[in-house]
């Protein structure tokens, strides 16, 4: 569907706006535009779930609790990106450090849920591969 070609786009911009962040840390323009990719291509994420759930495509795979639980774990980022805005006017470098948290989200597994699907994972790496994408280029 052209929900995927779209997601893939902005993924492939993802390593531009990384780079954009990194040489410009401080700047608000810099954290503000590498955030709005990353809600954008969240939102097409999400939306890409949302199409595959309602065609029957991953019903077979995923169970109810499953499916809530991947549109959770796509839309909670998008909240900690939304937030990373306003707070880079006030303070960039505490900004560049929040988008940590949506990938330690991630990393740490849900309470009651010992056994990790396919699916789980594939939602966890989508995020992870965009912060992972900035702190590579990053001089720490």
């Given amino acids: 569907s052209w929900f995927?070609?779209?997601f893939l786009m902005l993924i492939c911009i993802i390593p531009f706006s990384a780079g954009f962040l990194n040489h410009y840390k401080h700047e608000k323009l810099s954290i503000i535009f590498y955030s709005i990719n990353l809600i954008i291509a969240s939102l097409f994420h999400f939306f890409m779930l949302v199409y595959a759930?309602?065609?029957k495509y991953v019903k077979p795979y995923l169970t109810d609790d499953q499916y809530q639980n991947a549109k959770h774990r796509i839309l909670i980022p998008i909240y900690f990106y939304l937030a990373i805005i306003p707070i880079s006017f006030f303070s960039p470098d505490v900004a560049i450090y929040l988008?940590?948290?949506?990938?330690a989200l991630h990393v740490l597994p849900e309470s009651g849920n010992k056994q990790i699907s396919d699916w789980d994972l594939i939602v966890q790496n989508s995020h992870q591969l965009?912060?992972?994408g900035y702190w590579t280029l990053t001089d720490h």
């Fill in 53 to 55: 759930w309602k065609k």
């Fill in 4 to 6: 995927n070609i779209f």
């Fill in 130 to 132: 965009a912060c992972i």
């Fill in 99 to 103: 988008f940590l948290i949506p990938v």
